[in-house]
């Protein structure tokens, strides 16, 4: 089956703008998360989405801002973009069932990510 | 959050074992050790998993420690496909609403020696 979809892969932006990032996830899978990763910081955890709902949200300012489409589909928008906001933002998908087990369906799979630049 | 330490760099010879540590000093009981690798240009991907006991995969070994505080990710034969960053992660229990935490630490990057 088909994996996790990023949209768009590469992205440039200037200073001030807004940006909108897409993730597809996994057939069947309701359960969305997202994270900024740069150099210096590692992968950082944005927030994460299921059913539609955020569940979890990492220490972000709040121009970092996201949704879940009744489909399973997220986008995530950064409004008035900083130069420190350029990174790969990546997308994860997993089943989101509700388990006690920690058995392998709550493994997460992630996209190839979209990498932001701002100017 | 339970946070996890990891050396930031390693290095092993092509089709030697290589062990690599994490700390995770501050987990709870119901924490699971997850261990996702990164390769160059790619996003992470799921390495293995384990809650107490030691875990065996096609890809790996888990070692976890008695009290739970360390484990250890074992490549038993490292190929140069294994160069990447791995990450120690700590992955919170289910909930009755499906809500789960994920902690990333830094990660561990891997070197092979041809």
């Known amino acids: 089956k088909a994996g996790v979809t990023q949209t768009p892969r590469y992205l440039i932006k200037t200073r001030g703008q807004q940006v909108t990032l897409s993730c597809s996830p996994i057939s069947g899978h309701r359960s969305v998360s997202w994270y900024q990763q740069t150099p210096g910081q590692g992968l950082q955890f944005l927030f994460e989405y299921f ?17 879940q489409f009744s489909n399973s589909r997220s986008e995530m928008n950064v409004s008035t973009l900083e130069l420190g906001d350029s990174a790969l933002y990546l997308c994860a998908s997993s089943l989101g069932e ?17 990498r932001l630049t701002v100017v | 959050d339970a946070k996890t330490t990891q050396p930031n760099s390693m290095e092993s010879n092509e089709e030697e074992p290589v062990h690599l540590p994490c700390n995770h000093s501050t987990i709870s009981g119901t924490d699971y050790i997850h261990w996702y ?24 070994s888990l070692a976890i420690a008695e009290d739970r505080k360390s484990s250890t990710l074992i490549l038993h034969r490292a190929t140069l496909r294994d160069a990447a960053v791995y990450y120690c992660i700590l992955r919170g229990p289910w ?20």
Do not use: W
């Open chain 2, 95 to 114: 909930v009755r609403r499906g809500y789960q935490k994920v902690t990333f630490g830094i990660g561990t990057k891997l070197q092979v020696i041809p």
């Open chain 1, 98 to 114: 509700v388990r006690l087990t920690g058995r392998r369906d709550t493994e997460a799979f992630f996209g190839q990510g979209t």
């Open chain 1, 51 to 67: 059913s539609e709902t955020q569940r979890n949200k990492g220490n972000f300012p709040g121009r970092f801002s996201g949704r």
């Open chain 2, 37 to 60: 690798r990164q390769l160059p240009s790619q996003g992470p991907e799921y390495v293995i998993h384990g809650l107490t006991s030691n875990v065996n995969n096609r890809m790996a």
